[in-house]
């Protein structure tokens, strides 16, 4: 009776222990995936690499006073935190709420964005206006997006065309766009580095592929100068996309035809415009 029992003792302290890992470590990872891709991100990491830094000098070199100051320092560090990312974590509970809400969002309400994007960008396209409109994927793009205006508006056809019209403040900057809503306009997105791109595109289409290197978004580029329509994923690009081909990348991107993990998502929408960019090459070439 007192092994069982004993026994018993051990396997709940052993449950006991692996859900507090399992939370700490749900909890730790939630807030890394949530500083990723902010400005946040930088200053903890910097803050953190200091303090590690400073705590093995003053213990290698027996500087009791200031080993002492670090040790306090880590208990008063998380007041610090909330004060000074008290921005970060209150978008983090709206984002949170926002999120619970689009778990019950369908197939219906990922079609109409679909229909929404493709329109918006066929129409700028027939009238040559120059266009970028990046998705967000599982990689935040806050950093990014405070580069321009935030909207935080309902995504629709009429709000894009009027972003991007000549003569409209914002026009030459970039798009954001999270779920079905325009999250910033305005933007200013990274520049592709590769000469690959360099040597041919303009500005707009370096800064479609550039941000899709940084990230996981989805850029949609549309020429100026040609109207054609471009996509680009990780850092390829696929030129002169037609309606249906956009609307199949899109439908990929967004996991409207099946169910699949995001990770295959991701991947099968990378070998279509891995595919596509190909083919555009040797149109290009003949």
């Known amino acids: 009776m007192g092994t069982a029992h004993l026994l018993l003792e051990y396997g709940l302290q052993a449950l006991r222990t692996t859900t507090e890992i399992g939370i700490l470590a749900f909890l730790i990872y939630s807030v890394l995936l949530f500083l990723r891709g902010t400005r946040a991100a930088t200053v903890l990491a910097g803050i953190t690499v200091m303090g590690l830094v400073l705590s093995v000098v003053a213990r290698y070199l027996g500087l009791q006073v200031i080993d002492w100051l670090l040790m306090k320092m ?23 709420g926002s999120r619970q809400g689009q778990l019950f969002a369908g197939a219906h309400r990922r079609r109409e964005i679909i229909e929404e994007l493709l329109d918006a960008v066929f129409a700028l396209a027939s009238r040559k206006t120059g266009a970028l409109i990046a998705i967000e994927g599982d990689i935040g793009m806050r950093a990014i997006a405070e580069t321009g205006t935030l909207l935080d508006a ?26 079905d809503r325009v999250l910033a306009a305005g933007c ?8 690959q791109f ?10 479609g592929v550039g941000v899709t290197e940084e990230t996981d978004a989805v850029a949609i580029i549309v020429s100026e100068e ?21 609307e199949r990348h899109l439908s990929n991107y967004l996991g409207r035809n099946k169910p699949a993990t995001v ?24």
């Not at 709000?159 to 999270?178: C, K, M, T, Y």
């Not at 040609?226 to 956009?246: C, E, F, K």
């Open 263 to 286: 990770r295959t998502r991701l991947e099968g929408l990378r070998d279509q415009i891995s595919r596509a960019a190909e083919s555009g090459d040797e149109q290009t070439e003949s």
């Open 198 to 207: 360099s040597r041919h595109l303009g500005t707009r289409h370096r800064a």
């Open 226 to 246: 040609t109207g054609n329509v471009s996509i680009a994923y990780l850092g390829r690009l696929a030129q002169r996309v037609d309606r249906p081909r956009l």
């Open 154 to 179: 309902r995504i629709s056809r009429e709000l894009l065309a009027a972003i991007f019209h000549p003569n409209a403040p914002l026009h030459d900057g970039a798009v954001v766009v999270r779920g």
């Open 74 to 96: 880590w208990a008063v560090l998380a007041i610090s935190v909330l004060v000074i990312f008290q921005p970060e974590i209150r978008r983090a509970f709206a984002e949170f």
């Open 188 to 195: 200013i997105f990274p520049l592709t580095q590769n000469p």
